[in-house]
């Protein structure tokens, strides 16, 4: 699902429609706000694309995004 790539952790999710993907950006959102690290995202209809990166520490994948990821992953899967 998540491919590490050009300093980022990325991935698509693809949903039944776009109130189904903005349910899943709206509980994403909460978890980021918690973790104190917000995703670069964009949506398009049914599909949530999203970058992970750390900016304060020189735009590099860090544990910041793998922890937000498997967050994120696991809203996908529930």
């Given at each position: 699902?998540?491919?590490?790539k050009d ?5 698509s ?11 899943f950006?709206?509980?994403?959102a ?6 104190n690290?917000h995703p670069?995202?964009?949506n ?7 970058h ?17 990821a498997e967050?994120?992953t ?5």
């Amino acid at each position: 699902m998540w491919e590490e790539k050009d300093n980022k952790l990325q991935a698509s999710f693809k949903f039944k429609d776009f109130a189904s993907a903005f349910a899943f950006m709206t509980e994403v959102a909460f978890h980021a706000e918690k973790q104190n690290h917000h995703p670069n995202w964009s949506n398009v209809w049914n599909t949530v694309d999203i970058h992970l990166t750390t900016h304060d520490a020189g735009n590099t994948v860090t544990e910041k995004d793998r922890k937000l990821a498997e967050t994120i992953t696991n809203i996908f899967n529930s």
